[in-house]
C-alpha cells in the first residue's frame, strides 16, 4: 500500500520510516523535495515530492505538518485528497507548546473534517513523541495508539498502520473525540516537559475496552 506524507519534520519522517521498513511506499510531500532527499538516504520505499505531487500519489496521506499551517496547505490541496483518507497526527499548539489552541468542543481533527468534506477524516499518532515513535515496547510493555473517526474505512487504514507500526491499536470511537486525544498529547507536553517528567513513556488503556 502507498501511503503518502505531508510534511518531512520530525514526526511526519518518524512515521514514514517506521511505515517504509514494513514495505509500505511512502512518498513524502515537502515544499523542497530535493534538500529534503537527505534525511532518508538509505532507506528503502521512500520517495520525495512536492505537496501536489504527493497528495496525488496515494489514497492515504498523512497530515504531519505543524498545526499553524496545517489547514492553508490541506485546503490549497483539497481537489487531491477528495475521496482520500486523510491520517490527522497534529496537535494543536501554541508557538511555544505550552497549551492547545483549539479545544474544548473542537479539535484540529474536527477543522479538518469541516475543511475537506470530500475526505475521511482520522485522528491518530498525536500521542506519541518523534523520538519515542521507533520504540514501541517502551520499557518493555506495548505502547498504545488511540484513534477515532466517523469514517469506518478510515479507521480501518489507521487499525493497519499502527499495527504494522508495531502498537497496540485503541479504538476510540468518533472524530469529535478527537478534543480529548488532542488534550491527552498536551498532557504528556505538560507532563514531560513543562513537570519534567522524563519523555520515555506514553498512555495506555488497561482493562476490558
Ligand atoms: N514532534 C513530535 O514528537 C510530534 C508528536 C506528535 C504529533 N506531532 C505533530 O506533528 C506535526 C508536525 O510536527 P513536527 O514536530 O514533525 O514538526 P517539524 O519537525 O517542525 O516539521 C514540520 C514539517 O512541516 C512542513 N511544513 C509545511 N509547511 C511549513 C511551514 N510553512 N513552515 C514550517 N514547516 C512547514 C516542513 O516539511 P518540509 O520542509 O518538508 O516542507 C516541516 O519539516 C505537528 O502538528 C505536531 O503537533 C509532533
Redesign the pocket.
Known amino acids: 500500500m502507498k501511503i503518502s506524507i505531508l510534511?518531512?519534520?520530525?514526526?511526519?519522517s518518524a512515521v514514514g520510516r517506521q511505515l517504509a521498513k514494513c514495505g509500505y511506499q511512502v512518498i513524502f510531500g515537502?515544499?523542497?523535495p530535493t534538500a529534503?532527499m537527505d534525511k532518508f538516504s538509505g532507506i528503502n520505499n521512500i520517495s520525495i515530492k512536492n505537496y501536489s505531487e504527493a497528495a496525488l500519489s496515494a489514497n492515504v496521506v498523512v497530515a504531519?505538518?505543524?498545526?499553524s499551517?496545517?489547514l492553508d496547505?490541506l485546503k490549497c490541496l483539497e481537489d487531491q485528497l477528495k475521496g482520500k483518507v486523510i491520517v490527522d497526527?497534529?496537535?494543536p499548539?501554541s508557538a511555544d507548546i505550552s497549551r492547545l489552541v483549539v479545544g474544548g468542543n473542537d479539535s484540529a481533527a474536527e477543522q479538518i473534517a469541516s475543511l475537506l468534506p470530500e475526505s475521511h477524516v482520522v485522528k491518530a499518532?498525536?500521542t506519541?513523541?518523534?523520538?519515542n515513535f521507533p520504540t514501541p515496547n517502551l520499557c518493555g510493555e506495548a505502547a498504545q495508539i488511540f484513534y477515532c473517526s466517523d469514517s469506518e474505512d478510515a479507521k480501518e487504514v489507521a487499525r493497519a498502520l499502527i499495527t504494522a507500526a508495531g502498537y497496540e491499536q485503541k479504538n476510540c470511537g468518533a472524530l469529535s473525540n478527537a478534543r480529548y486525544i488532542e488534550a491527552i498529547?498536551m498532557l504528556w507536553l505538560q507532563l514531560a516537559f513543562w513537570e519534567e517528567r522524563g519523555s520515555e513513556w506514553s498512555f495506555k488503556i488497561v482493562g476490558e475496552f
Open positions: 510534511g518531512t519534520g520530525k514526526m511526519g515537502s515544499r523542497d529534503s504531519a505538518v505543524p498545526w499551517f496545517a496547505l497526527l497534529t496537535n499548539l499518532f498525536n506519541i513523541t518523534a523520538d498529547a
